[in-house]
């Protein structure tokens, strides 16, 4: 029998490291709209510095903290599985301070193909010019992370699962793959999000999230979130009050309200998902559909041993490639041509025209695109209207000849 997975429930995602006693008896937190705090006196102030405050969350200036932030971090963390959490401006504001806080000059890092463009560009353009080297390796290949590992190898980072084409990581592998060697493991986990998958709990360092996306769920605000041990995890914030990526407390706000549904909203995206796979695998159309619950996928077996659901991304390549993926993209009628995911709204993306789309086919090859793939990131309507939009929407390409 399979271990039960260690994951949050629908109580924890309103609850878990929430403040129950508010000033006022306010049910709901308010927002801590501040740049800076206050001091009584210098003697005040000294015995702060000093670390004397009987209050242990007192803040000195925004860029440091902030109340309705903090709260936030812990129930991010609680829901990690983790011991603590920063929360950042955007997800590219966490993983940039993050890979930044632990890599220095004349350390090596290993990086999987298939990473999110800008943590791309991060390691091999911005660490590069720091003096950082850096191996790429195969999607989710365990064995090629471990033949890139050498002495100078600090860090390595993934996805998972990744984008656009869903692989997953073996975690507990990479995590003591990393752990013998040293090396420290980072997963970007926001297609997987907490209710779905906890890197954390399987070993690996640090964990983080585009907030941006299933956490506040909502398409409305930008955000960012790292977990992990309170040692990392501060010496992370500690740059980020270098940097200064921190998140605004009213974003931190959106973030944290949108939170608490977030295991209502995952559980439908899951099935939405997966409903959407399933019509699509053997459509007359379709290629290929990349969806880690689907026996097909790659990684059906890590994924249904590590994850809940597989999550809200659903990828498929249409017949004769960009042009007629094109078409499907413009036959849709519920879901919004935009990039992003995890919100309440269904999107709908061509890598090969949006994400991707400095790259020529050769370039997409290289990084595993097919010029007609379409990525369709469910949102909460019904399940039978996101299905019928991806069927009508196929339909439609068809009678202008697919
Ligand atoms: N990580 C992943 C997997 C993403 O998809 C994205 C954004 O699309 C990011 C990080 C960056 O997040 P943000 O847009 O919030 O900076």
Avoid: W
């Avoid at 943590?119 to 195969?138: P, Y």
């Avoid at 984008?163 to 297609?191: G, I, Q, Y």
């Amino acid at each position: 029998m399979p271990k039960p997975l260690d994951l949050p429930n629908a109580t924890d995602a309103v609850h878990a490291g929430a403040v129950r006693e508010r000033p006022h008896h306010a049910l709901a937190p308010g927002i801590a709209q501040t740049a800076t705090y206050t001091f009584a006196s210098t003697e005040d102030l000294r015995r702060y510095l000093e670390g004397g405050d009987e209050d242990p969350d007192r803040e000195e200036y925004g860029r440091y903290g902030n109340p309705t932030v903090r709260e936030v971090e812990r129930r991010v963390a609680a829901l990690d599985g983790a011991e603590d959490a920063a929360l950042f401006a955007s997800g590219m504001a966490a993983v940039a301070t993050t890979v930044l806080a632990l890599v220095r000059a004349g350390d090596h890092v290993i990086l999987f193909r298939d990473a999110y463009r800008r943590t791309r560009k991060l390691v091999t353009v911005t660490l590069a010019r720091l003096g950082v080297t850096h191996t790429v390796v195969e999607p989710a290949s365990i064995d090629a992370l471990s033949r890139a590992i050498g002495p100078r190898t600090r860090l390595a980072i993934t996805e998972s699962p990744t984008n656009p084409t869903l692989r997953c990581v073996d975690l507990a592998r990479m995590a003591a793959v990393c752990r013998e060697a040293r090396v420290k493991s980072v997963v970007d986990a926001t297609f997987a999000t907490p209710h779905n998958c906890r890197p954390a709990t399987f070993g690996i360092d640090l964990v983080v999230h585009s907030a941006t996306k299933y956490l506040s769920g909502h398409n409305d605000v930008l955000g960012g979130s790292v977990s992990g041990s309170a040692g990392l995890v501060s010496l992370v914030r500690e740059l980020r009050g270098v940097l200064g990526g921190v998140c605004d407390p009213h974003a931190a706000g959106l973030i944290g309200r949108g939170m608490k549904t977030l295991a209502l909203r995952v559980e439908k995206q899951n099935r939405t998902a997966l409903a959407v796979a399933r019509a699509l695998e053997g459509h007359p159309a379709i290629e290929r559909v990349h969806y880690p619950g689907l026996a097909s996928h790659p990684d059906f077996a890590i994924a249904s041993a590590q994850m809940r659901g597989g999550g809200g991304v659903v990828s498929f390549v249409v017949r004769g490639g960009r042009e007629p993926a094109g078409r499907v993209v413009d036959g849709f009628r519920l879901a919004t041509i935009a990039p992003s995911l995890g919100g309440t709204e269904t999107l709908v993306e061509q890598p090969a025209i949006m994400s991707y789309h400095e790259l020529d086919d050769e370039g997409l090859a290289a990084i595993g695109v097919d010029p007609g793939l379409i990525r369709l990131a469910v949102g909460i309507e019904e399940t039978s209207d996101v299905v019928g939009d991806v069927l009508g929407a196929l339909a439609a390409a068809g009678q202008l000849e697919l």
